[in-house]
């Protein structure tokens, strides 16, 4: 497994959590990285990407003001700080690297899926 997102876990409408994307081969270094989610039932969806340097970070709507993309190359990873949770967050969330160094939100620029994390926010 290349891509190995963490951080997932079980939180109260408010909260705040922190997911990580760790390339532990290096193999991304010069490719933008996105977060997605899916929640039971629906369709994958576009969360938040960077860009190779760590630039050009993009939101998806639902998750902008409350949710920073960030990018540490040192560590090879990526992160997602999502604060002020909603129960409409829950879902599995996947990262993965983009065919190239910079990336939106459509899924099919993204070639390396991760194994997903669960996060779960409750009312």
């Known amino acids: 497994v290349q891509l190995q997102a963490s951080g997932g876990g079980f939180e109260q409408a408010g909260d705040s959590l922190k997911l990580s994307c760790l390339d532990s081969?290096?193999?991304?270094?010069?490719?933008?990285v996105g977060w997605f989610r899916q929640a039971p039932g629906k369709e994958r969806e576009f969360v938040a990407s960077?860009?190779?340097?760590?630039?050009?970070?993009s939101y998806a709507d639902s998750v902008k003001g409350r949710f920073t993309i960030s990018r540490d190359g040192a560590k090879n990873a990526v992160y997602l700080q999502m604060n002020s949770l909603k129960p409409e967050d829950t879902a599995v969330y996947y990262c993965?690297?983009?065919?190239?160094?910079?990336?939106?939100?459509?899924?099919?620029?993204?070639?390396?899926w991760g194994q997903g994390t669960q996060v779960t926010v409750s009312s």
């Open positions: 993965a690297a983009a065919r190239s160094s910079f990336s939106g939100p459509d899924s099919t620029s993204y070639r390396y």
């Open positions: 081969k290096r193999t991304f270094s010069n490719n933008a």
């Open positions: 960077i860009s190779w340097n760590g630039g050009l970070p």
